[in-house]
């Protein structure tokens, strides 16, 4: 049985020297993310203005895979995300405000926040993924690197499409989307809340704003832009077999989702505190 004297821990400095280490080389390595990142997002916006679409039926088939397949999904989000919002917002205009001013909360959260947002997140849980998983798998199979080799740029055949894709279909959700949450406030506030259809219609025209649709749609631009070059640089950046694309494809969910908060937070800032809210 081994004594106490025999039992050594490390000492403070080297257990302090091991933690630096591996900061630093978080660090390190995130620096080099951004770089790669950056040199894709070059490397596809000279493709995108230089080339034009090969093939039109490749966006056709991404806008069908990325808009038409994603509906059922947003659908359902959205009926709950509209109604947990009117009852969240009953609980706290209980007492202190009328009831019918409901759907004038929800129609300016909606539009402006939760639509795009919550859309975003969505499409980028079951979009990006599939855009990592499948570029990630012609990778680690050389088939990318096959179509390099006959002279046929990937980034004009894979990402462009995909892209291009994404920044169109990503507006049209969010505009279901927003009708859909607003028709699932709508059922629950009527049905449960005493509020009566023309109050709730009523509540819903007042400060009503054109600009916060347009505010809401032109951030939905951007996450599409976000899930669909997310997915496309994992999915490029994929090694190791299976075992690598799952790496890419949690990589490119995590990386979409985050960079839809930290450009939602600029967005809002740019668009409807310098933009619009000077006017």
Known sequence: MASREDVRLPSPSAAWSGTAEFIGSRILNGIAEVGGMTRFLGRFLRVAIRKPLSDRALLVQQMVGIGLDSLPLVFITSLFVGAVAAVQAAYQFKNYIPLR????????SVVIELGPVITALVVAGRVGASIAAELGTMRVTEQIDAMEAMAIDPISFLVKPRVMGAVIMLPVLTVFADALAIV????????????????FVLGLKLFFAAHDVLGGLAKSLVFGFVIAGMGCYYGFQTS??????????TKAVVASSVLILISDYVLASVIFRALFGSS
């Open 101 to 108: 001013y409901i759907a004038t909360v929800i129609g300016k």
């Open 184 to 199: 699932g406030a709508f059922v629950v506030t009527t049905a449960a809340m005493g509020v009566s259809t023309a109050e």
């Open 240 to 249: 190791g077999g299976a075992e690598g694309v799952g790496r890419a494809t």
